[in-house]
């Protein structure tokens, strides 16, 4: 199978730019995973198509405002500092954007100048490592001064403050946690309080998960054989009480329902053979593309996503190739929204 089998076209006017008013109110297509037509409805039907005993189980990570603009000294040229993941101490993982590369040793002022990076290590794919100079924690830096690390196809040119500040409040699920990710679990966005309140009433669990979305989840599949790509791994921790209600909704004969690739992969690295979800933590690279044996996840609700993506490669082994992508091209007929701030699809 080549990348090539994971692309279908889109036009540019479907990619959402910003979320559906309420959360719940973004459109939902249904696709049975076996056999079956595709059925249309909104987020706030999900309820309808659970069944009591059911488990949802979600990924509680929150997203942190990562990008930070940076003035290199002594010349004053601009630099984009993205903050991936804490190394420990004061060293981070970051991604730089600047017209020349810095060099270690360089000083790169961040924000208001009150605080500054220090170059220790270039690595690919435009990574590196920095040491931050800060008179307060880096977590509170980002926090007063970084920006919501939007994904590159929803454009704010001169974004107006009350903009900002709604980005930096939906791009992000009512019941985020644990601060770490540097991109949104967005499947979870289309929850609601009152949804979350409707589910439990009707005997629909919820679990969470933490795992730590990173900037991989963004990059594309540039080998012409998928098996050559290489996933970014990403922080994840399963809990016991997690495994434990897994454990039970399995004996009890309710189904796992995945809310997001992002808990599928935990879930399916820390399943045994026998779907014996595990808890605990670490970190996964787990590549899940056709053909996979799905081991932990019975049902999935997730969005849609980019062609020739690694998330759309883990869709169609939930579901099929063929039929994902005939459900995709369904979706692009009857006037979805795509990507994160798009429309769902529950895969049932």
């Known amino acids: 199978m080549k990348t090539a089998d994971f692309d279908y076209a889109l036009p540019p006017d479907r990619i959402a730019q910003t979320p559906a008013e309420p959360r719940d109110a973004a459109r939902l297509l ?23 005993g059911d488990l949802l189980v979600v990924n509680d990570t929150r997203v942190i405002p990562a990008r930070m603009a940076g003035r290199r000294e002594p010349t004053g ?11 420990g101490a004061d060293r981070w993982a970051v991604l730089l954007r600047a017209r020349r590369r810095p060099r270690p040793g360089e000083r790169i002022r961040l924000g208001n100048g009150r605080a500054a990076a220090v170059l220790v290590e270039n690595l690919d794919l ?20 970084g920006q919501t690390p939007l994904p590159p196809y929803i454009r704010r040119r001169a974004a107006s403050a009350a903009q900002t500040a709604a980005d930096r ?36 669990g ?17 080998a012409e054989d998928p098996a050559a790509h290489r996933m970014d791994e990403e922080r994840y921790e399963i809990g016991p009480d997690c495994a434990a209600r897994i454990r039970a909704t399995r004996k009890a004969g309710g189904r796992v329902v995945a809310v997001g690739t992002t808990t599928v992969r935990a879930l399916e690295t820390a399943a045994a053979e026998d779907g014996e979800v595990r808890p605990g933590c670490g970190r996964t690279d787990l590549f899940i593309r056709p053909p996979f044996r799905f081991r932990a996840a019975d049902a999935l609700m997730t969005n ?3 062609p020739r993506s690694t998330l759309l490669m883990l869709v169609c082994a939930f579901a099929g190739r063929r039929r994902v992508l005939a459900a995709y091209r369904a979706a692009v007929d009857a006037g979805y929204r795509f990507y994160s701030y798009g429309d769902a699809m529950l895969l049932r």
């Open 304 to 306: 849609f996503h980019l």
């Open 169 to 204: 409040q939906r791009y992000q699920t009512v019941y985020a946690a644990v601060p770490g990710a540097v991109a949104a679990p967005t499947a979870g966005l289309h929850f609601t309080p009152e949804l979350l309140r409707t589910l439990e009433a009707r005997g629909i």
């Open 206 to 222: 919820r679990v969470a998960l933490t795992l730590h979305v990173g900037p991989g989840t963004f990059r594309p599949v540039a």
């Open 30 to 52: 249904v696709l049975p995973r076996r056999a079956g037509p595709v059925r249309h409805a909104f987020v706030h039907d999900l309820p309808e198509w659970l069944a009591p």
């Open 126 to 145: 435009g990574r590196a490592v920095v040491a931050v100079e800060s008179p307060v924690p880096v977590a509170d830096l980002l926090e007063a001064e």
């Open 77 to 87: 040229g601009a630099v984009e500092v993205f903050f991936c993941e804490p190394l």
